[in-house]
């Protein structure tokens, strides 16, 4: 079985790893994660985390943060390039990136994915609050001490009191009414995806709890 490790790259690091990519999505997609880390981090704090093999190949990339209190692990950008996808890589990388999270007592996972990439998502067993204001679908979780391969059996185990725990008002403040705001396009796709995410998607069962409390 094949050995993988994460290594953290430096914006010069990073530009020189995904210029290997050959194929044009993938190089887009690495340009504009560049792009919105420059925007939104500095490079100084945290970079980017690689995958790679016992080839020290570089397989995966993915941008996450810890917060200052080790309170979220938040992830934003996860790829893998075209050539390498199929593989498991991106599990691979966020079993490694949660573990390492867990080391630093780090209590919850964050994520909004876009629609493409629920499939993946919902695979290893996430759900879904609500879409946050750019129509992507908003997740956040009690990370369990047995890492991504303990997030199933939570959510089969916890009710919805108990995922969300003191985040009410926080996971409101972020999907609150925004499906009333998506275009005629993006409706027809939000349709299609609820459906498709079935029990994963748990907007009603939020909208219940918050009239109660």
């Not at 996450?64 to 692990?73: A, G, T």
């Not at 009191?161 to 999907?175: E, F, H, V, W, Y």
Request: charged fraction near 20%; glycine fraction near 4%; hydrophobic fraction near 40%.
């Amino acid at each position: 079985m094949p050995l993988f490790h994460l290594e953290s790259l430096n914006r010069d690091a990073y530009i020189t790893s995904i210029a290997t990519i050959q194929d044009y999505e993938s190089i887009r997609f690495a340009d504009q994660s560049l792009a919105w880390w420059d925007r939104h981090f500095s490079w100084n704090t945290q970079g980017c985390a690689v995958l790679c093999n016992e080839n020290n190949e570089h397989l995966c990339y993915l941008f996450s943060k810890i917060d200052r209190y080790s309170e979220y692990l938040t992830l934003y950008n996860l790829f893998t390039p075209l050539m390498k996808q199929h593989k498991g890589y991106a599990t691979h990388m966020l079993r490694l990136i949660l573990d390492q999270a867990l080391k630093k007592h780090v209590k919850r996972i964050t994520f909004s994915s876009v629609s493409s990439s629920l499939d993946f998502y919902q695979l290893l067993g996430f759900i879904y609050w609500g879409i946050n204001d750019i129509g992507d679908y908003y997740c956040n979780l009690p990370l369990p001490q047995s890492g991504l391969d303990g997030i199933i059996a939570m959510i089969q185990e916890s009710d919805i009191k108990t995922l969300i725990g003191s985040n009410l008002t926080k996971i409101n403040a972020k999907i609150d009414e925004n499906e009333r705001r998506l275009t005629p396009a993006q409706i027809l796709i939000y349709e299609a995806d609820i459906v498709k995410l079935g029990k994963s998607y748990v907007r009603e069962e939020l909208k219940i709890l918050k009239e109660l409390s």
